[in-house]
């Protein structure tokens, strides 16, 4: 029988005063910020897992961090549970409800406060997109580098929430390498600052332990980012292989060489067909890999970096060769690379796995991952972040049968393990929430996840925090 | 100190912490002591020393990555690094010339104090190429956090904290990071007789333009003939340094020199004499100068660098120059530390911190050496502190 993720019990003293926490909120918020009929709180049970579903207490939608902070408060107070939540496309379940739960919502908070070219810095609200902040401020020559494939709809917020990569963090690095700073409150209402425009903050680094706690140790409500200024050019190119074997160990060259492009992208056949089909980007279909590898800088110095690249792809018998021949063309091959997940999804469910591995590893995890897959009866499609070894297997089955799912699950397991075995991580960018919470016994030891946890509690001493994501259920320390 | 502690293993430091935090004995946490001085004096018994915990783990140069006992010799990783021509991009700084320490800096200590230099504003800092660490605790438990891959979002990024936490959190005992290749080229081009407003201008400039800039200095009128000499034009020297491909760092040289030649004469300096000057940067050259004079490290937002410069030059004795586009203020006192002062305007210019890196022990003594936090978040670092080490015996004092 399928074994399901479990969330914490339901804190019944909670669920029996929902009436009255619904009216106290409502006393809080001004009007039309908050949600608490049934089918207003539907759209909120759950996030881009949707293997999961439970349908939260209340939605608190607040517009100033004063209002946070005033949830946050009285959620603290009476022990409720908090759920931070951004656009809701966590793949990890990281910002599914509980029943038990008040879910703050970021969306109300989507201004950008502040564009300053000298110190290449932005300030935004938390609920602000990810594309929206390279929108405002590409006509003057810059961008915000961290580029998750969702990033016309997640949001910054969100992104701090898992530390989100993206196609192009392979040279500028994921979203802790790009956040200044963050105006955030803890879980009893004080509003913190940490960072700011300066390069470096005094004391311990609480910033980078702040990125990627999965909404655990406060809700951050501003941040400060960095822009970097715009390449003069970029190109994709797609390298085709007859084999997947051979697109990795080309990956694991290119890297081993010295050379760092900006993006080198996998898709395996089943990818290529579904993205091709929606996008028309002009990929091969004749061939079993694709690598889209971009290289950015003045004419010269693409030309110089692409002759390296090609003759180490031809070492590694690769079939095909396309520079993409116009802006509009590159523009397809990444829409056709961002839209893989939505693509996939029109044809089947599927569960996405985000292991990273050692670039050695590349294409002995690649053949595991096949027979794994194999040996469930399940079909696979990979398309990941090749240069920095963080693969995404989409496991496809249907969602409508039960045992398909557990089948699913089951291999996602076998797979992230596998990950781990091969002197990797469980996920790359997507997060623990609760999809491999139980499987964090697998990379570390209980005393490992004891100091976490205990980092964990000098922010939320409660537990109130996003309560039943990333540390296993037991183990917890008695509260 | 009576004595040190140099355990040989990992298990044996343990044992040690474990004793130590048994009986509440402070203990003073060192790599190669070249940066003891930094910080507030430890309050403590007995040295704890990472010496003979030593040696370099795995090193992969084909995936980037080295493993390594936080004991290492720099000089060992910097050489192992340089046969297979890779670096640390972050390019940590050798505090030897200006605290006047002798001894071999170790790994360890880079990380622990989270030690960045000049490509601080591509490449990032320290913390952002350990990926993984190992590290004993208050209560003597061996822990690890992260691993040796390039992405990795799997729990609470303890390596964020433990590095910078100037052994005040854990023993680090191994750490992995990434390493990047050598750039085959690179030159520098200087911009004579900006004053420090233009600079930070210029450079704010430059850093706009897509000739992807890795080292931005404005060194000033005072101190610019330690790095760049007499042959070239008077004035301030603002330096902007470019590396790559060779083909590629030659266009961008033009094309930057271009832009500078509009507003003040410039020159470009080849690879060798690049090499040169950045590490004279980085090691803070005009100030390894064998004095006490208090020795500041400001980190403020780039542009308001010279500001706050502007603003002390009015009240007293103060030498100064810029790295990080000019957000980074080394600031040289001539007499007085004068903190209260200086930490009032950074306050005053929107903000940033200032670390008292060098002075007599009387300065010390009397002055804090890290920039004070604003109450709610003093209270969770020391929440924190009592989460990692609850009795308190790491380094007291340090940071406090
Ligand atoms: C207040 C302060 C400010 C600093 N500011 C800067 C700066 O602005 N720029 C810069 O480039 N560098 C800075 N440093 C630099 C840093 O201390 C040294 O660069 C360090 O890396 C030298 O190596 P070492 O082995 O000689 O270390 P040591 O001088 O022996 O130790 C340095 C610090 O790290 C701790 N430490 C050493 N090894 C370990 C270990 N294995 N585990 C845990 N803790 C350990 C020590 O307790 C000590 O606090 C600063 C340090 C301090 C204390
Ligand atoms: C089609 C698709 C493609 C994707 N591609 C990528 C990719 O390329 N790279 C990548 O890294 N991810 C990717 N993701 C995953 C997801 O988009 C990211 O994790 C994203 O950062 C989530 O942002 P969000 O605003 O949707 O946050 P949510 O899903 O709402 O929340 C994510 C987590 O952050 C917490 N959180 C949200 N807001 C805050 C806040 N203000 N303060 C504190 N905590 C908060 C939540 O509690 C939760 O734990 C993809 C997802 C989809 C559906």
């Not at chain 1, 946070?68 to 603290?76: M, Q, T």
């Not at chain 2, 959190?169 to 750039?183: M, S």
């Not at chain 2, 080292?215 to 042959?231: I, M, Q």
């Given at each position: 029988m399928p074994e399901t993720i479990a969330f914490l019990e339901p804190k019944p003293s909670v669920l029996a005063r929902r009436q009255q926490i619904v009216e106290d909120l409502a006393d809080i918020l001004p009007p039309g910020c908050l949600i608490s009929e049934k089918r207003g709180l539907v759209p909120f049970e759950t996030d881009a897992f949707i293997a999961y579903r439970q349908v939260p207490l209340a939605v608190a939608l607040p517009e100033t961090t004063a209002?946070?902070?005033?949830?946050?408060?009285?959620?603290?107070?009476y022990g409720i549970p908090v759920v931070p939540r951004g656009a809701g496309t966590s793949l990890s379940g990281g910002a599914i409800p509980q029943s038990d739960a008040v879910v703050?919502?970021?969306?109300?908070?989507?201004?950008?406060?502040?564009?300053?070219?000298?110190?290449?810095?932005?300030?935004?609200?938390?609920?602000?997109?990810?594309?929206?902040?390279?929108?405002?401020?590409?006509?003057?020559?810059?961008?915000?580098?961290?580029?998750?494939?969702?990033?016309?709809?997640?949001?910054?917020?969100?992104?701090?929430?898992?530390?989100?990569?993206?196609?192009?963090?392979l040279k500028y690095g994921v979203t802790t390498n790009n956040l200044l700073g963050v105006k955030m409150v803890l879980f009893d209402g004080t509003v913190i600052e940490l960072g700011g425009k300066a390069l470096d903050a005094p004391g311990y680094d609480l910033l980078g332990l702040v990125c990627g706690s999965e909404g655990q140790l406060g809700i951050v409500t501003e941040a400060t980012v960095r822009l970097l200024a715009k390449p003069e050019g970029s190109r994709p190119v797609l390298f085709g292989f007859m084999s997947s074997e051979e697109a990795g160990s080309c990956v694991a060259e290119v890297i081993g060489s010295g050379i760092i492009p900006v993006a080198i992208e996998f898709m395996d056949k089943p990818a290529i067909g579904i993205c091709e089909a929606f996008a028309q980007a002009g990929y091969p279909m004749d061939v079993e890999a694709l690598l889209i590898v971009e290289v950015e800088g003045s004419e010269a110095e693409m030309e110089a970096m692409l002759a390296s690249i090609i003759a180490i792809a031809r070492r590694h018998g690769v079939a095909t060769i396309r520079e993409s021949q116009s802006a509009a063309q590159a523009a397809l091959i990444w829409k056709g690379r961002k839209s893989a997940f939505g693509a996939t999804g029109r044809i089947a469910d599927y569960i996405c796995m985000d292991g990273t591995v050692p670039l050695g590893q590349l294409s002995y995890v690649l053949k595991k991952t096949s027979e794994i897959i194999d040996s469930y009866g399940l079909r696979v499609a990979n398309v990941f972040h090749a240069g920095d070894g963080n693969m995404h297997p989409l496991i496809l089955y249907n969602i409508n049968d039960p045992e398909d799912a557990a089948r699913a699950e089951a291999a996602g397991n076998d797979i992230l393990k596998l990950c781990v075995d091969a002197g990797g991580c469980l996920t790359g960018e997507h997060g623990v929430g609760i999809e491999k919470r139980d499987l964090m016994l697998h990379q570390f030891e209980q005393v490992d996840l004891n100091q976490q946890m205990a980092a964990r509690a000098a922010f939320d001493p409660q537990w109130i925090m996003n309560p039943s994501k990333v540390f296993p259920l037991e183990g917890r320390p008695a509260a | 100190m009576s004595m040190n502690f140099e355990p040989t293993s990992e298990a044996e430091a343990a044992d040690i912490i474990r004793q130590a935090a048994a009986h509440a004995v402070p203990l003073a946490i060192t790599g190669?002591?070249?940066?003891?001085?930094?910080?507030?004096?430890?309050?403590?018994?007995?040295?704890?020393?990472?010496?003979?915990?030593?040696?370099?783990?795995?090193?992969?140069?084909?995936?980037?990555?080295?493993?390594?006992?936080?004991?290492?010799?720099?000089?060992?990783?910097?050489?192992?690094?340089?046969?297979?021509?890779?670096?640390?991009?972050?390019?940590?700084m050798d505090h030897r010339g200006v605290m006047g320490t002798s001894g071999e800096p170790t790994i360890g200590g880079v990380f622990a104090a989270n030690v960045s230099g000049p490509r601080r504003i591509t490449a990032g800092a320290a913390r952002d190429h350990l990926l993984g660490i190992r590290f004993i605790n208050g209560s003597g438990e061996a822990i690890k956090s992260g691993g040796?891959?390039?992405?990795?979002?799997?729990?609470?990024?303890?390596?964020?904290?433990?590095?910078?936490?100037?052994?005040?959190?854990?023993?680090?005992?191994?750490?992995?990071?990434?390493?990047?290749?050598?750039?085959?080229?690179?030159?520098?081009?200087?911009?004579?007789?900006?004053?420090?407003?233009?600079?930070?201008?210029?450079?704010?400039?430059?850093?706009?333009?897509?000739?992807?800039?890795?080292?931005?200095?404005?060194?000033?009128?005072?101190?610019?003939?330690?790095?760049?000499?007499?042959?070239?034009?008077?004035?301030?020297?603002?330096?902007?340094?470019?590396?790559?491909?060779?083909a590629s760092v030659a266009v961008r040289a033009e094309k930057l020199k271009a832009a500078f030649a509009q507003v003040a004469p410039a020159t470009v300096l080849d690879h060798e004499a690049t090499e040169k000057l950045w590490r004279d940067i980085r090691d803070v050259k005009p100030y390894a100068d064998g004095t006490q004079k208090p020795l500041w490290r400001v980190s403020v937002a780039p542009t308001a660098g010279h500001q706050l410069v502007a603003a002390l030059r009015l009240q007293t004795g103060v030498d100064a120059f810029y790295d990080w586009q000019g957000g980074l203020v080394w600031l040289r006192m001539e007499a007085d530390a004068e903190s209260e002062m200086l930490r009032r305007f950074i306050k005053g210019i929107g903000g940033g911190h200032a670390t008292l890196v060098r002075a007599s022990d009387a300065v010390r003594a009397a002055t804090p050496a890290f920039e004070p936090e604003p109450a709610p978040v003093a209270a969770l670092s020391v929440r924190l502190k009592e989460k990692f080490d609850p009795k308190g015996i790491f380094n007291p004092g340090k940071m406090g």
């Open positions: 209002q946070v902070a005033a949830v946050l408060k009285y959620c603290s107070r703050i919502g970021l969306s109300k908070m989507s201004r950008i406060l502040d564009v300053d070219f000298a110190n290449r810095t932005a300030t935004v609200q938390a609920g602000v997109t990810n594309i929206n902040i390279s929108e405002a401020v590409s006509a003057d020559g810059f961008f915000y580098a961290p580029d998750p494939s969702s990033q016309l709809a997640c949001t910054i917020g969100g992104n701090i929430g898992m530390n989100s990569g993206g196609a192009h963090c | 190669g002591g070249t940066r003891s001085g930094l910080g507030n004096s430890v309050r403590a018994e007995r040295g704890l020393s990472t010496r003979r915990l030593s040696g370099i783990l795995s090193y992969n140069p084909a995936e980037m990555t080295m493993s390594a006992r936080a004991g290492t010799p720099m000089r060992e990783i910097e050489a192992a690094l340089a046969g297979n021509r890779q670096m640390l991009a972050f390019e940590p040796r891959v390039m992405k990795n979002v799997t729990g609470l990024d303890l390596v964020k904290l433990l590095c910078g936490s100037h052994g005040t959190l854990g023993l680090l005992t191994e750490v992995t990071f990434k390493v990047l290749p050598l750039p085959p080229a690179a030159a520098t081009i200087v911009a004579f007789g900006l004053d420090d407003a233009q600079a930070a201008a210029a450079m704010a400039h430059a850093l706009a333009m897509p000739v992807e800039v890795s080292g931005a200095a404005h060194l000033t009128e005072s101190v610019r003939y330690r790095f760049v000499g007499t042959s070239h034009p008077e004035g301030a020297a603002t330096v902007l340094r470019l590396e790559g491909l060779p």
